[in-house]
């Protein structure tokens, strides 16, 4: 009887074992990558305050830029564009000064860049003086017009 037993006990065992590997064969592929370019995904805050840590953002945008330009940005595809031809330096983005004279108020405002660009992790942060300067310093771009 116990012959039987230990062979009954080793036959489930081998039915449980052959069940699970056909399981993992007959599953599901993973599927392939949905795009061959590297990632270009950002957030882009606007925030008041001198220091990226501690400003209370009052503005926040999604920018991604790969494969194809899209998020919460009112014009992805011109600030994607601005970032490719910057070779994703911000601060090229932001030395534009337009004439437009600013008042000497001390009223700071934090701009950050923050995510991931094409492939690369990237944090980025300026600050100026106030609204206006930053408007100056800013104009021509569409990266933080937002």
């Known amino acids: 009887m116990r012959y039987f037993h230990t ?8 039915a449980t074992g052959l069940a699970l590997i056909g399981s993992a064969f007959t599953g599901t592929a993973q599927a392939a990558p949905a795009s061959l370019y590297a990632p270009s995904a950002l957030v882009l805050t606007i925030g008041e305050g ?10 926040a945008v999604t920018l991604t830029c790969a494969p194809t330009p899209s998020g919460s940005h009112p014009a992805p595809e011109e600030a994607c564009a601005e970032l490719e031809a910057a070779d994703g330096d911000f601060t090229s983005l932001t030395d ?16 950050t860049g923050d995510g991931v660009w094409q492939g690369r992790r990237v944090t980025w942060s300026a600050t100026y003086g106030n609204p ?5 310093r800013t104009a ?6 937002f």
Do not use: H, K, Q
Not at 7 to 14: D, H, N, S, V
Not at 50 to 59: G, I, K, L, N
């Open 50 to 59: 001198e220091d990226p840590a501690s400003a209370s953002v009052t503005r």
């Open 7 to 14: 062979l009954g006990a080793t036959a489930f065992a081998t």
């Open 96 to 111: 534009s000064e337009d004439g437009n004279p600013c008042t000497r108020e001390w009223n700071p405002v934090t701009i």
């Open 140 to 145: 021509d771009g569409a990266v933080f017009a």
């Open 132 to 136: 206006c300067e930053l408007r100056a």
